[in-house]
């Protein structure tokens, strides 16, 4: 069973330049999240999605950061403008349901530097 | 707000050692409880979880324990090898989406 697919693995980018990221999760899996991972931190939620709706953005910084799953497949994750505080991993993950217990399954992130 | 607070930040142990990882959460409706791996440049990836119904679960050289009246909950490696070395994360569920609450992480460094 192929995993989760996400992409570019890294991007140097100058701040106030846009980035995209793009992620295809695990095939059937309902559920897609996106997290930033700051270096020698756990991963922080920035979006849920159930199919191709929200469930939870609340901690998602919307002046800048955006992202969509329209078909309920594939999702893309942006930044504009960015900032250096933004440097991070971005990790995608997905998961069959919103059931507890249900095993999130990460892709291997994107590495985002803004010099 | 809910949180997990997760000790110790580093820990060293000679090759074939026990290392011990606890976690405390603040959510008393928290009801599963996964412990992630993670590897330099990889994303996490599950090892081993509990549910709140289970006090223990093992698989192979790995056990969780859940001790829910203390509201808190410890990863045991037994025998541990150089490839256990990498950064463990706990997580504790929240809300009803059944998000999840991370600690901070663990280094685990394993000496030859």
């Known amino acids: 069973e192929a995993g989760v697919a996400q992409s570019p693995r890294y991007k140097i980018i100058e701040k106030r330049q846009s980035v995209a990221f793009w992620c295809n999760p695990i095939s059937g899996h309902a559920t897609l999240y996106w997290y930033q991972q700051i270096l020698g931190q756990g991963p922080k939620l920035l979006i849920q999605f159930q199919n191709n709706g929200v469930v939870d953005d609340s901690q998602l910084p919307k002046d800048r950061f955006s992202a969509e799953r329209l078909k309920g497949v594939d999702s893309t994750l942006k930044i504009q403008p960015a900032k250096l505080e933004d440097s991070a991993v971005y990790l995608c993950?997905?998961?069959?349901?919103?059931?507890?217990?249900?095993?999130?399954?990460f892709g291997e992130g994107s590495w985002l530097t803004v010099v | 707000g809910e949180n997990v607070e997760q000790h110790p930040s580093t820990l060293s142990v000679q090759e074939g050692d026990s290392a011990v990882i606890k976690c405390t959460y603040s959510?008393?409706?928290?009801?599963?409880f996964p412990w992630y791996k993670q590897e330099l440049g990889k994303g996490p990836q599950l090892i081993i979880d509990?549910?709140?119904n289970v006090g223990e679960k093992k698989d192979q050289r790995i056990a969780v324990t859940l001790n829910k009246t203390a509201k808190h909950f410890s990863l045991h490696i037994t025998e541990t090898q150089p490839e256990d070395s990498a950064v463990y994360f706990c997580?504790?569920?929240?809300?009803?989406?059944?998000?999840?609450?991370w600690g901070a992480g663990t280094k685990l460094i394993i000496k030859p």
């Open positions: 959510d008393s409706a928290s009801n599963y």
């Open positions: 997580a504790a569920s929240i809300g009803s989406n059944y998000q999840l609450i």
């Open positions: 509990i549910r709140s």
């Open positions: 993950a997905s998961s069959s349901g919103q059931i507890s217990g249900n095993t999130i399954y």
